[in-house]
């Protein structure tokens, strides 16, 4: 599956693929939906590698679980790089 966050407006597009994984079909789009999603004993870490990421201007991967709407538990790995403009993050994709 593939994501896009738009460090600008904050919004998040998720591909089919990445609904189907995650479980979720009506998901909002916001950070912090996602974030709710993650499992709060990863939250931090996926997180810090996101930001610190972002800060950087440069690539990441984390491993983390998610939390589905269903209670079950998924293990994802997460790969992203920042989209630049004038050497500043203003999207990632993953």
Request: charged content about 25%.
């Amino acid at each position: 599956g593939v994501w896009v966050a738009d460090l600008r407006t904050g919004q998040i597009d998720w591909s089919p693929e990445v609904r189907a994984i995650i479980g979720v079909p009506d998901f909002d789009g916001t950070l912090d939906a996602w974030i709710a999603l993650v499992h709060p004993d990863d939250r931090a870490p996926a997180v810090e590698a996101f930001e610190s990421a972002v800060a950087a201007a440069r690539e990441y991967s984390v491993e983390f679980r998610i939390v589905r709407p269903d209670g079950s538990h998924r293990w994802l790995s997460n790969l992203a790089c920042p989209r630049l403009v004038d050497g500043v993050a203003v999207a990632m994709v993953g």
